[in-house]
């Protein structure tokens, strides 16, 4: 068909829109809201489950975490302390015997208050086996981490993460200077770099890591819980990883075969794809809803069309007379459709952008926005107006020259 | 080809339940390049009817239809739009311009459906509307016209294209006498000068006697068909005459069945 046909059909468009400004503004609604809608949720479940993602990954790679089941069974196992059954052995024991594990480190944390020369502060304090800041990948930014030597020594030395040196000294670099915990005097060795929050919104870099032995001399005694970090040699190695750590311990605990285990071995990447499906459902639940909206949407569109067609059946007649082919017709009235469609789509992403801002910024999720993802419910938005602009477009375009010229 | 329009054997039936209705009933008529005929007959005789199937807005029953050498009887939809935006022009009773749009949109429509460039669609309206003498009313909007001025606004829509065919189904039939002189003689000037064939429905034997030929119909047949009196033909008959037994006729139409009871 000619150029200057499509040309005029678009002119005509917007020109019933304009000359119906409620009528068009409310059948646009539908498509609007389906399409800013869309956009809200797909890019703060994006934002939101990005975010969980990158918190978990930053927990440390391929990591496992083996807790003390702290709740025994009506005392049914011996020894004591049941909330204390990890050991640095059991740690030591993990690493050289677990074929899948590549490091393991045992950590036990007390929460105190810390004094400097210029400030007090109150932050989390972890006595740490010499792997853990590897298992964690967490690389110091200055300075040194806790070795071995340190912890077999039992030196009196600590490693600040970025917030608790900021407490306790400003903008001051802290290695070399010396704080005290739990009145024992620590020199700062080392300056942890930024490790960010956890997908439960603590802040991980608020933080003191000093040596295992050292803590538990001068900190929090040998009674105290604690927990053992490990990496797995690769994703793959994970469940096999978790299998021998179990049947390690289980061995070392002398749980006796259909005897329930007294420490717990959870995953991260288990976390992670838990939070992954959750956010999925959700996602799924509320795209479906806006799926609907665009829907109904569409449905408008084609209600209002229905109505134009007949009103205008006389402008119908007409445009025949005057030589317009029933193919004309149609591409009249489902350029009028995918129109209004169109235009309500373009708002919708507008409204949808703002929104999901503003919805950002309310939730504290990031908004994620892809190219894609401000292009595709436009293309959905013009598909419905196709969709439902066909069956008003095929009865204009069916309509008899002679009786709609005879049309009221 | 001399003759623009040429019709053999041209039925139109309506089907209204289980009766027919011979709108049409095998119409015999040719029209040469530049002719320009008036059909009367009395109401219900079939001059819409014919019009509108010489206007391929609708399609006969049966029987050729030849316009300008094609078989217009046997086209479909697509072709008869084609044919109409080509070689057709209309004039209506009720003028039917497109309300919402302005005179120089109006004169536009028909160009725009051949495809051609929006300026030169403005130029072409323009010139069309300036020699209907409406120069000064290019957006006015139909309603802000009075009768005569939308029918000349009509006229140049129908004749912008230069058509090879124009139909005026009673183009004075909703004008007051004097707008109606105007009018026709717009009309006829417009199409001596651009020497167009046009065929106009009119009940007025004044009116008919513009005309170069007379045609009148009776129940769907042409009962009459001579040079108007202004070409040297005789005195138009009184319709109501027409077509009764003791009128000396062409085709004698006591054979038909009687429609109108129908
Ligand atoms: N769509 C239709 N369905 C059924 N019958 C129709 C239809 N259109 C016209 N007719 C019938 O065909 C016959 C001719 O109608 P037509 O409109 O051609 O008459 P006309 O000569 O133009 O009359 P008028 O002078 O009143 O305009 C009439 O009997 C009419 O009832
Ligand atoms: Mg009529």
């Known amino acids: 068909m000619e150029w200057a046909i499509w040309l005029e059909s678009i002119r005509i468009a917007m020109r019933e829109m304009r000359r119906h400004p409620t009528r068009s503004s409310l059948t646009m609604l539908g498509v609007i809201f389906g399409v800013a809608a869309l956009i809200a949720v797909v890019s703060i479940s994006q934002g939101a489950s990005q975010q969980i993602q990158g918190q978990i990954a930053n927990l440390g790679s391929n990591m496992i975490l083996i807790l003390p089941e702290s709740s025994s069974q009506g005392g049914l196992r011996s020894g004591a302390g ?114 960010g929050q956890s997908p439960t919104s603590v802040d991980l870099d608020d933080t003191i890591i000093v040596p295992l032995t050292t803590g538990i001399r001068y900190l929090c005694g040998p009674d105290r819980p604690k927990a053992i970090v490990v990496t797995a040699a690769g994703e793959k190695a994970i469940a096999p990883a978790m299998g021998q750590i179990t049947s390690l311990l289980r061995q070392r605990h002398q749980i006796h075969e259909g005897d329930i285990d007294d420490f717990t071995v959870k995953s991260l990447e288990e976390a992670a794809r838990t939070a992954e499906d959750t956010t999925n459902v959700m996602t799924t639940l509320l795209v479906s809803v806006a799926a609907i909206s665009l829907l109904v949407g569409g449905i408008g569109i084609m209600n209002i069309m229905l109505v134009t067609v007949m009103e205008r059946t006389r402008e119908i007649g007409i445009r025949m007379a005057l030589g317009a082919s029933r193919q004309m017709i149609l591409s009249q009235f489902m350029i009028e459709a995918v129109t209004l469609a169109g235009v309500g789509g373009i708002l919708g992403v507008a409204v949808g952008f703002a929104g999901s801002h503003i919805l950002s910024y309310i939730s504290g999720w990031p908004a994620i926005f892809s190219p894609a993802l401000l292009i595709l419910p436009l293309v959905f938005a013009i598909t419905i107006g196709v969709v439902f602009g066909l069956l008003p477009a095929r009865r204009a375009s069916r309509l008899s020259p002679v009786e709609s010229l005879r049309h009221e | 080809m001399t003759n623009v329009a040429e019709l053999h054997e041209l039925r139109k039936i309506y089907q209204m339940g289980t009766n027919e209705v011979h709108a049409l009933n095998g119409i015999e008529l040719s029209v040469a390049t530049g002719e320009f005929v008036a059909i009367m007959g009395a109401s219900g005789s079939g001059k819409s009817t014919l019009l509108n199937v010489l206007g391929c807005l609708d399609k006969p029953t049966s029987g050729v239809y030849l316009l300008d050498g094609h078989r217009v009887d046997q086209m479909d939809d697509e072709q008869l739009a084609a044919i109409r935006r080509t070689r057709l022009g209309f004039v209506f009773q009720s003028f039917n311009l497109l309300h919402r749009s302005t005179s120089l949109e109006n004169v536009e429509l028909p160009m725009v459906y051949l495809g051609i460039p929006r300026r030169e669609r403005i130029r072409r309206a323009r010139a069309a509307l300036e020699t209907v003498g409406l120069a000064q009313r290019l957006d006015h909007m139909p309603t802000q016209l009075s009768g005569g ?62 005309a170069h030929r007379v045609v009148i119909l009776h129940d769907g047949q042409v009962v009459y068909n001579r040079p108007s009196p202004s070409c040297g033909g005789p005195e138009i008959p009184h319709i109501k005459t027409i077509g009764l037994p003791a009128e000396p006729a062409p085709v004698p139409a006591a054979t038909q069945a009687p429609q109108e009871a129908a």
């Open chain 1, 82 to 195: 049941t909330s204390n059954n990890l050991t640095a052995q059991d740690g030591e024991a993990i690493e050289r015997e677990c074929s899948a594990v590549t490091a393991a480190a045992t950590a036990t944390r007390i929460i105190t208050t810390v004094v400097s020369e210029m400030a007090n502060w109150s932050t989390e304090v972890v006595a740490v086996t010499p792997t853990y800041l590897d298992v964690r990948s967490w690389p110091v930014e200055n300075g040194r981490a806790i070795e071995r030597k340190d912890v077999d020594s039992g030196a009196k030395v600590c490693v600040l993460g970025q917030t608790a040196a900021e407490k306790l000294f400003g903008r001051m670099d802290p290695v070399g200077e010396q704080i005290r915990i739990k009145g024992t005097p620590f020199t700062i060795i080392g300056l942890l770099s930024i490790k």
């Open chain 2, 149 to 210: 001025q939308q029918q000349r606004v009509a006229l140049a829509r129908a004749f912008v294209t230069e058509p090879k065919l124009l139909l005026a189904d009673e183009p004075t039939g909703n004008l007051d006498s004097r707008t109606s002189a105007e009018v026709l003689e717009l009309l006829t000037r417009l199409q001596r000068e651009g020497n167009i064939t046009m065929i106009m429905v009119t009940h007025d034997p004044d009116i008919a006697a513009f």
